[in-house]
Structure formats: structure tokens, C-alpha cells
């Protein structure tokens, strides 16, 4: 029994979803999100509740049964409140300036990389060692953020690079001289 598929999905206030066969959309103060559900999935509203159906038993079912409740409590969560994730750039002479809507990262390549920002995804730089990105998707906001920290992965040994705010980069230790 798929404990996470079997939990209700609660809809507050300000958040409209519509149910349109397998398609479900949903609207709120940040922005609108749509998503098609597997045919095996069926999803039920009942007042400002969302039930999740399984088909049958069978292993695929199952597996769909509690990423498919997830994804749709994702897309509440996101158009009502934005998901973001930070990331932190490292190094001497590293550094990130906003233009426009685009990133314009100076990371110790010959030239400045910039990167264009994905439709539905905004940037915050609140300082030159800083980047926020945020969204209504939750899907959409990991991968720019993991494609900005592509751009410079950190290094082992000196921990030069863009790293998530949270991660923790392991050091080694350098070559030591006899």
C-alpha cells in the first residue's frame, strides 16, 4: 500500500484546479501549472480535496500511484508559494552580475559565460557571489540551478566554483613535497 498515494491532497485558498480527464491544471497567485497523468491514474476532487486512484495493483501502478499524488502537491505548493534554490559562487575573480532576465557569470574561462534564463524561471543576485533561482515548477527551478552549476563545478582541492548553498564540498588534501 503506497502510504504518500493514499494522502489526500489539500487545495487552500487562492489555488483553483481543474480535473479535465487526465489532464490537471492548476491555477494560483504566482502562476498556472499543467500536467498529463498516466491513464492508469485517476484523480478525484471532492471539495477542496484531491484523492489519488490507482488502477490496480500491478508494480508500475504503484510506482506512478505516489509521484503522481507528489507532483500534483508540487504544482500546489508552487504556484501558491515559488520554489527556489541557491546557489554560491567561489573563487577569486568569480562572480555573477544579472542583465535583464540573463546571468552574466565570469568563472575564469577567456570569456564571460551568459546564461539565459528559462521561460518561467527568475534570477535574484543579491550579491556578486550569489544567485537564487526561482519558479512555480519545481522540476524547472532543480535543472537551471544544476545547469548554472555546470557551468563551474567545484573543485576537490581548492572548492573553486558554484556550489548549492547547502552542499558541502569534501576537500582533499594536495600533493605534499618529501
Not at 3 to 8: A, S
Not at 12 to 39: A, M, N, Y
Not at 62 to 76: A, P, V, W
Not at 102 to 113: A, D, E, F, I, R
Request: proline letters at 4%; glycine letters at 10%.
Amino acid at each position: 500500500m503506497s502510504r504518500i498515494g493514499n494522502k489526500p491532497i489539500e487545495v487552500p485558498e487562492g489555488v483553483e484546479v481543474k480535473i479535465d480527464g487526465h489532464k490537471i491544471t492548476v491555477k494560483g497567485p504566482k502562476g498556472t501549472l499543467e500536467r498529463e497523468v498516466h491513464k492508469d491514474i485517476t484523480l478525484e476532487m471532492n471539495g477542496n480535496t484531491i484523492k489519488v486512484i490507482r488502477k490496480d495493483d500491478e508494480a508500475i501502478n504503484k510506482s506512478l500511484h505516489g509521484l503522481t499524488r507528489t507532483l500534483i502537491n508540487n504544482m500546489i505548493i508552487g504556484v501558491k508559494d515559488e520554489f527556489s534554490k541557491e546557489l554560491q559562487i567561489n573563487g577569486v575573480g568569480y562572480r555573477v552580475q544579472k542583465q535583464g532576465n540573463n546571468l552574466n557569470l565570469t568563472l575564469g574561462y577567456s570569456h564571460p559565460v551568459i546564461f539565459e534564463a528559462p521561460a518561467g524561471i527568475t534570477f535574484d543576485v543579491p550579491n556578486p557571489n550569489t544567485i537564487i533561482v526561482r519558479g512555480v515548477d519545481k522540476e524547472l527551478v532543480g535543472q537551471t540551478a544544476a545547469v548554472v552549476r555546470s557551468k563551474r563545478v567545484p573543485e576537490v582541492y581548492r572548492g573553486k566554483g558554484i556550489k548549492y548553498a547547502d552542499e558541502v564540498i569534501r576537500r582533499k588534501e594536495g600533493k605534499t613535497g618529501k
